[in-house]
């Protein structure tokens, strides 16, 4: 009976920090397409909680690019965008073929201000995103039409 009470005990205290749960893609998604930098940092804050995993940091290296927007004085806002730049081009290194990385990167790119000359791999997102769409799961796939919606790069009719 001991041994039983024993790794019941290990079980229920042990396993559960191991688990690796997969990141909530819809609350992700409202959250990257907010202009809250409060809800921004929150999720950046959630994120750093989780297990690091690619995703983790694909995730917070768009966040931490969307978040450099909110953020007041030049240098300060280049750090931050820099930070995420770095993390997301480091998993798209990794996962080339990963083809919502390369949405993330094409939405940052596609609002990016000139002067961080971040924008020289969209046609490539496009192309990536294009031909990933099929695989995306349904909440995805419903992001990435919304955004087309309103985007100068990819449009509905690129889906059908």
Known sequence: MGVNVFFSFILVFF???????????GE???????????????M???????KTSSLVLAYQGALYMKKA????????????FKKGAHLLEEEIKKNPSNA?????????????PGVLHYNKNLEEDKSA????F???????????????????????????
């Open 100 to 112: 919502e990385y390369r949405f993330l990167r094409l939405s940052i790119q596609e609002h990016a």
């Open 44 to 50: 950046i804050s959630m994120l750093d909680q989780e």
């Open 69 to 80: 927007g909110f953020i007041k004085g030049a240098g300060a806002k280049v750090k931050t």
């Open 15 to 25: 396993l559960p920090a191991n688990v690796t749960r997969e990141v909530d893609k």
């Open 28 to 42: 992700f998604y409202k959250v990257f397409s907010s202009t809250s930098q409060e809800r921004i940092d929150g």
């Open 129 to 132: 995103v294009i031909n990933g």
């Open 134 to 160: 099929a695989k995306f799961n349904t909440n995805l796939k419903t992001v990435v039409a919304a955004y087309a919606k309103d985007s100068k790069v990819l449009k509905e009719s690129d889906f059908h």
